[in-house]
Every structure is written in C-alpha cells, then in structure tokens.
C-alpha cells in the first residue's frame, strides 16, 4: 500500500567520499602488509624479498588514510581528544588506538627490513600483522555495527573487509613491485608468481563473500531485502559490473588462464584495486541511501572541496611510495654503472 | 528508584498545525534548514480508501542508545533521567552518532558544527517547566513526564493506552510513545521505496 510522504525534513547523508577513502586506503594498507609478511614471519620464502615493498606501501596509504578522517570532521582540530578519550563500545575510538600501533610497528618494521635485522624483523613484524588483522576486524566493525542501516549491519562485514584487503593490497604490491624491480635492478619473477597465486584465492574468496552477502540479504527482514534489490537493481551496473563483474571475477579468469603473464597479472591487479574503490563507495554511500525516514532514496551531495582533497591526499600517498621504494630500493654498489660504456665502479 | 522522563504523543489529538516544530527552533535556536522536532505529514492507501496522517517526530531518548554507544569521545551521554543529551564542547563532529541513529534524529548544526538534536529542553526541565514542544501544543497531544512516577499523566497514559513506537525491532527502546498511530505510518516501507517485490 503506497504512503506518501506529503511534508518531510532533509536529511543529509553524514558519510561520503571520504569515509570511503579511508577505508580504501586502510584496505590496502593491512592487506599489503598481511600477505607480505608471510615471507619474513610465517616462512613463505617466495615472500621474504616482498615485505619491504608491503612495508612501504601499508606506511605510505597510512600516512594519508587518517587524514581523509580529519578533514571529514566538522570540527578537524579537535581530532586530538580522539587519543584522550576511550570508548570501549565505539569502533571509532578502539580503532584510532589500533591505528596509532600499527603505524608505530609498521614504521619499526620497516626500518628493521632495511637494516636486515632479522630478530627485530620478527618482533615488528608480527606486532604489524596482528595490528593489521586489527585494523582491518575494526573498520568492519565501524560499519557493521550499526543496526540502522542494513547494508553494513552483518556479521560478514569485518570478513568482506579483511578479504577485499587482502585482495587490493596484493594488488598494489604486484603493482608496486614492477616499479620495485627497475629501482632495485633485481627480478623478482618468483615473487610474482607466488603473490599471483595468493591474489587468484583472495579475489575468489572476496568474490564469494559478496553473492553471501547478497544471498543473506535478500533472505532477510524488509530493510536487508531492500537493500539487495538496491545493490542488484539501483546499483546493478556498479556492483555487479564495475565491482563484481569487471573488479573480480575478470581478474580471476585471466589469473587463471596465464597466472605468470605479466600483462594479465598487472591488469588483474589494477582492475582489482579499482573495484576495491568502487566497493567501499558502494559500501560506505550505498549502505545509507535507503532513508531512515520519508519514502525517497537519499542522494549524496558530493562537494568539491572533498574531490580536491581526495585527489591531493592520494598523489601524496602514492608520491610517498615512489620516494620511499627510490630510497629503500638502492641497486647494489657493484652493478652501478657511472659511464657510458657500463663500467661498474 | 530515580526519574525516566518519556513523551507519549496522542495523534488522534495532532492538528499538525506544526507549532511544536516552531518553538522548538525559538526555544533552541536551531538554525534555518534543520529541525530537532518536526512533524511528517503522510497519506496512506489507494482511491477510495485513502487515509492522512501527521506523525511528529523527535529524538526517542531510546533505553540503549546507539548514539551514545559510538560516540567516540563520550560527548554524547545519556542522563540518570534517561535524557540523552550532546556536550557541544567534546563533540568532533564525526557523524558517527547520525550515521547509527535509526530515527534520522541528529544532524550537525551549520552554525555550531557539532551534532545536535532534541533534549528535552532539559534546561527548562531543570528549571520545572515543560519542554516547549509540549508547553505550545494546542491540542494537548503532547505529555511529557516521569514513566517512574505511576501517578504522573504520561505514565498513566503508557499503563492504560495502547501506545506504539519507531522500529520497536532495533532493540534501541524508544521512549517516545505515540497513541493512535496507524501501523503503516511507523513502519519504514523500505520495499516501497526501492520498488521491490518480496
């Protein structure tokens, strides 16, 4: 039976592009630092000559994520109270202290990965992948604990989060490691090969934990139905095409076809790091689009204050990686040439 | 035991002539274009049986607030009378509270640049005198008092009446009772908006 609503307040959606951002780069940063670190913490030794690079990465999108946090704020300098003031039951506020760790570890990391020292590597390591195992659980956390909005309020939100990590931060590693190999003068073909192997069940499993999710919610009370139709009719060329379609299930094809093509393992990862994107605007704007009052879908004023902030935060962070994989990557003394004619001094 | 201060709505007494949403701005000077309290009008049914409803609306000082239960540096709290009220001062602005509401009750004030929503007027509850929303309604279809007081009208009328509440499935515990109201008019039609068929 229709209702219409004849006289209603706006209301405007709290989270947008910036939100999405943070968890994007959150995203990518634990989830390069997760599948690095097998190498010099767990043993995987096609790993081992990968964790400086994942070290770099989780660093540099660190340096920026919380950021996109700050400048969402109403209120950005009083960002500070955040570290005096703890709330066990706010994702939010158990969250900044993760944050703080990991980036303390992570900075511990990877100055022991550069000076090769292998007891401290351990330590730092290990402290950096429980805190990004952390990172990742809360930012699941921070949206799927709240009940208003169906889309987020699942337990599978803290596993979707941490899959799509993984998937989009071996991506950007693959993609980082091209850059990685012409700064270091070294191949790292075996590398590749193993992260490759590791990025095809990533974005399998990450693929998985959507049509779970769809199949959970279209199964559910009147908001979760709502929401499944939304994200499969409303949002179907995004979610299942850009997102789903396009982001995963085509890079999973080609890594399946030609898992040691460079071609296809560098377009996999690209469309995989874009679809992560697309997945927490989704997420993030998606989730709350359906109204908690009134009967027509909420739209998302984007400002342009917030696209130049983007656009300004991400050429920093990725300007970060390149200075930091330019320094930490030096080629060894004896293959540096100094003349024309390739004399190594 | 200790106050509990609710508000029961009686809709079959609501003119929807809006006077609650205009001395609640007075009173609170809340700024042009957001509202602490406001009335829906809504219409309900398909020709002939069509029906009209007014359904105001407010911050539900819930038992379990999610509010306060994300708010990351405890600017939001609830107090021992069961009001949830903001510390301008402490409040960053994060949203998080108007993201977890599930009655769209909060939203940031533009000029002050921190959440903000309905209190009860509690300065004016301190000082003995009604909330301004119930002090100005014409019809009397506003009661605010003590649920703890059993001789108090709103808990007699919460005891007696047949009163609903928004979304009573988000276990929030919604202290604005409303009499009268028509069960279409509480529920969110989240099927109808997005065009569904379940």
Known sequence: MPTIHLFQTAHEMPWGLLIAMYLFYTGISAGAVLVTSLGPIFGVKELKKTAQVGAIIGLSLLIIAPLHLIFDLEQPLRFISLLFNFHATSPMSYGVFILLLYGIALLLYLLNLKQENEKNIKTFGMASFVLALGLEAYTGFLIGNVQAHALWNTALMPVIFLFSALASGTAMVLLVLNFYEKMSGSSLANERQALAQFFKWFILADLLLMVILVIVLLNGNDAQYANGYYLLHQEGFTFIGLENGIGLFLPFVLLSLGPSKRSFVNLSAILVVLSALIMRITFVIGGQTLPMTGNSLMEYPLRSSHIIITIVLAAVGFGVIGILVKSLSSKPQSTISNTKKGVVS | ?198
């Open chain 2, 1 to 198: 035991m200790g106050k509990r201060y609710a508000m029961v709505i009686d809709l079959r007494k609501c003119v929807g002539c809006h006077a609650c949403q205009v001395a609640c701005k007075s009173e609170n000077n809340v700024p042009l274009g957001v509202f602490r309290n406001w009335v829906d009008e809504l219409e309900t049914g398909k020709f002939p049986n069509v029906s009209r409803h007014r359904l105001p609306r407010l911050c539900n000082h819930c038992e379990n607030p999610s509010c306060v239960k994300v708010c990351p540096v405890k600017a939001t709290t609830q107090k021992e009378d069961g009001t949830v009220v903001i510390d301008y001062s402490r409040c960053i602005g994060c949203k998080y509270c108007i993201v977890a509401c599930p009655y769209d009750a909060r939203f940031i004030n533009p000029e002050r640049k921190t959440a903000e929503k309905c209190d009860y007027c509690h300065a004016r509850v301190e000082a003995g005198l009604l909330p301004a929303c119930v002090n100005t309604c014409i019809g009397g279809a506003r009661v605010f008092g003590d649920l703890n007081d059993p001789t108090s009208e709103v808990a007699k009328l919460v005891a007696t009446q047949p009163v609903k509440v928004l979304k009573p499935e988000t276990n929030n515990g919604p202290q604005t009772y409303y009499i009268g109201a028509d069960e279409k008019i509480l529920r969110q039609n989240y099927i109808e908006i997005v065009g569904g068929n379940k």
